[in-house]
């Protein structure tokens, strides 16, 4: 069974940091893109970030220059670091294995103004 972890959410000032973690198992990792996707309030679900197998990546035009996808494949986990955080970055933010159409559970990112 395919299970999705994240971690590392909170509450943080307008232009801080956050790093949020997704461990995953029951898969096996280094062979899957893997999203990061955020949800705000009253709005769709949107695509942030995709790693793919090779460690090529993609980022949505709103966060590209101050976010940063990464993956451990020894660890089985995928990383968005996220500096100069902004109001608008608001939002649970969930990680996704596409190939498995697989989700976490999300976790809640506030920021501050």
């Known amino acids: 069974q395919v299970q999705l972890v994240e971690s590392g959410g909170g509450l943080v000032q307008a232009g801080g940091s956050l790093r949020l973690s997704c461990a995953a198992s029951?898969?096996?990792?280094?062979?899957?893109?893997m999203n990061w996707y955020r949800q705000a309030p009253g709005k769709w679900r949107e695509l942030v970030a995709t790693?793919?197998?090779?460690?090529?990546?993609y980022y949505v035009d709103s966060v590209r220059g101050r976010f940063t996808i990464s993956r451990d494949n020894v660890k089985n986990t995928v990383y968005l670091q996220m500096n100069n955080l902004k109001f608008e970055d608001t939002a649970v933010y969930y990680c996704?294995?596409?190939?498995?159409?697989?989700w976490g559970q999300g976790t809640q990112v506030t920021v501050s103004s």
């Open positions: 996704n294995a596409p190939q498995n159409n697989v």
């Open positions: 029951g898969m096996i990792f280094s062979f899957n893109t």
């Open positions: 790693i793919g197998r090779g460690s090529n990546t």
